[in-house]
C-alpha cells in the first residue's frame, strides 16, 4: 500500500514541476491525513505545513511529521495564515472537496494563501460517473452506493472541476484519472459491490496495474489518466488548478 501511496504522490510531484517550475518552495497540505505528502515534500526539502482536524494517522503513520501540522477546524487555521499574508507554492487538497459543506468558499479562500505561479492539486471521488450510472441503470448494483451523506457532502466530475475553477478565480490547468476499479462492477464474478468478498482481489488488481504502468514512462502513463478522465473513468480524479491573472 506504501508502495502505491508514494507512486501516486510521485506523478502528482511530477506534473506540479511541470507547471510551476519550482523544485523548491513551500507547501501546504489541507487535510494533511497521514501526512505522507508532507514527508515526502520534506525528502525533497521543501518547507511543508499540514492542517487536519485530527492527529490520529500522523501519530501512527508518520509522527515526524506532527510539528509540521496544526490540528483543528480548517476554517479558523486558513484565516489565521491569510491574517499573517502566508503564501503557498503547492496547496494540496487530497480527498477533501466532497467533504465540504461549501467548497466554493473554500476555493476562493485557498486562493488568497497560493503564491504566483503555484498549483492548487484537488483530488476528488469521481462520483455519479457514466460508469457508475450505466451500473445502476443495467441492475449490476442495488443502489447509488456513491452518494454517502453525510460524509460526502459534494459531489464532482470532470465537468463541474473545469465550472467550479472558473467560477472561483482559478485556471483548470490539467485533469488526470487513477485506476479505475468500478469497471470490475461490469462483471458478475468481479463486482465487488454485490459480493463484498471481492473487494481484497479488485483493490489488489488496482495496485498491481498502476505499479506496472509506473515501470512505463511517465509522460505516456500521465497521457492515459489524463484520457481516461476525459472519457469519464476512474476511481479519483485529480485536477490542478492554478490562480487566474487578474
Given amino acids: 500500500g506504501l508502495k502505491y501511496i508514494k507512486l501516486k504522490i510521485k506523478q502528482h510531484s511530477y506534473l506540479i514541476e511541470k507547471l510551476t517550475k519550482k523544485t523548491k518552495g513551500k507547501l501546504l497540505d489541507v487535510g494533511c491525513g497521514e501526512g505522507f505528502t508532507l514527508k515526502y515534500y520534506v525528502e525533497k526539502q521543501w518547507q511543508v505545513r499540514g492542517i487536519d482536524f485530527s492527529k490520529a494517522g500522523l501519530e501512527q503513520q508518520n509522527p515526524d511529521m506532527l510539528d509540521y501540522v496544526d490540528i483543528g477546524n480548517f476554517y479558523d487555521i486558513l484565516s489565521q495564515y491569510q491574517g499573517n499574508n502566508n503564501q503557498y507554492d503547492i496547496i494540496w487538497l487530497n480527498n477533501v472537496l466532497e467533504h465540504v459543506l461549501d467548497p466554493v468558499n473554500l476555493l476562493i479562500d485557498l486562493k488568497k494563501l497560493i503564491s504566483e505561479g503555484g498549483v492548487l492539486v484537488v ?19 442495488p443502489d447509488r ?18 465550472s467550479i475553477a472558473k467560477h472561483t478565480g482559478w485556471s483548470c490547468e490539467e485533469i488526470i484519472a487513477d485506476f479505475p476499479i468500478d469497471l470490475y462492477l461490469l462483471h458478475s464474478k468481479s463486482n465487488y459491490i454485490v459480493d463484498k468478498s471481492c473487494g481484497p482481489a479488485a483493490h489488489r488488481a488496482r495496485i498491481q496495474t498502476e505499479l ?25 480524479l485529480t485536477a490542478f488548478f492554478k490562480p487566474k491573472s487578474l
Fill in 123 to 141: 483530488t476528488i471521488p469521481n462520483d455519479c460517473s457514466d460508469l457508475q450510472e450505466h451500473c445502476f441503470n443495467n441492475n449490476m448494483i
Fill in 145 to 162: 452506493f456513491w452518494i454517502a451523506p453525510p460524509d460526502h457532502i459534494s459531489y464532482f466530475s470532470y465537468e463541474s472541476l473545469h
Fill in 212 to 236: 506496472l504502468l509506473s515501470g512505463r514512462n511517465i509522460d505516456d502513463v500521465i497521457n492515459y489518466y489524463r484520457t481516461m478522465a476525459k472519457v469519464g473513468l476512474g476511481r479519483n
